[in-house]
Every structure is written in structure tokens, then in C-alpha cells.
């Protein structure tokens, strides 16, 4: 499956974004879906994930409550859904495909790459 990350951009803090990830290929129904971020100078970190099914989602304790990722089969897009956006959430944002949920959650077996989105909030 080929990844396409899109919607970023520059947004004050405390402000929302949306980022979308759209999918081609057959099997993204079938796949758990995935976001990491890399801030300058940092490496990469693992932030969200959901299930095929859209059923199961996990988040990292940083973006609790201000996070949320969704995602629809039918359009074949992962979305991720920034509330209360903090200056260091600015980073370059990716999706990623992988085969069940807790191998996006460990980073592992990722089966596919987006090229990332860069979402910057100022202070």
C-alpha cells in the first residue's frame, strides 16, 4: 500500500489541525494504520494508532485527550484529528501502514511509509 500524508501546516498553540493520510491499494481495510512524529534533532517517535476495524486505538501519554485518530475504509484515509496543539508537537508527521495494531504501537513490521507532513505550532 502506497501512503500520502497531507494537511499540514502553521497553526498558533492552542489552535487544532487535521492531517490525512490517504491509501491506494486493496489492502488498507485490512491493515492497522499508524502516526509517528520527528521533531528537530529528535528522533522518531510513535504517536497514535487504530485498528483495521477503526474498533482499537492507542495513544501515546503525551497527546491524550487532545489526539485522536479515525480512519475510513470506504475512502481509504486515516485521519488525525490535533486539538490543543502544544509548540512541541511541531514536527514532521507520518503515517504508516502495518499488520495489527501493536506492531505499529512497538514500531515494528511496519509494512508501509507516508512521506510525512510537517505541522509546526508557534507560541
Known amino acids: 500500500v502506497q501512503l500520502q500524508a497531507s494537511g499540514g501546516g502553521l497553526v498558533q498553540a492552542g489552535g487544532s489541525l487535521r492531517i490525512s493520510c490517504a491509501a491506494s491499494?486493496?489492502?488498507?481495510?485490512?491493515?492497522?494504520m499508524g502516526w509517528f512524529r520527528q521533531a528537530p534533532g529528535k528522533e522518531r517517535e510513535f504517536v497514535t494508532a487504530?485498528?483495521?476495524?477503526?474498533?482499537?486505538?492507542y495513544y501515546v501519554d503525551s497527546v491524550k485527550g487532545r489526539f485522536t485518530i479515525s480512519r475510513d475504509n470506504a475512502k481509504n484515509t486515516v485521519y488525525l484529528q490535533m486539538n490543543s496543539l502544544k509548540p512541541e508537537d511541531t514536527a514532521v508527521y507520518y503515517c504508516?501502514?502495518?499488520?495489527?495494531?501493536?506492531?505499529?504501537?512497538?514500531?515494528?513490521?511496519?509494512?508501509?511509509w507516508g512521506q510525512g507532513t510537517k505541522v509546526t505550532v508557534s507560541s
Open positions: 504508516a501502514a502495518g499488520i495489527t495494531l501493536g506492531a505499529i504501537v512497538r514500531d515494528t513490521q511496519i509494512e508501509s
Open positions: 491499494g486493496r489492502s488498507f481495510s485490512s491493515l492497522a
Open positions: 487504530i485498528s483495521w476495524g477503526g474498533g482499537s486505538t
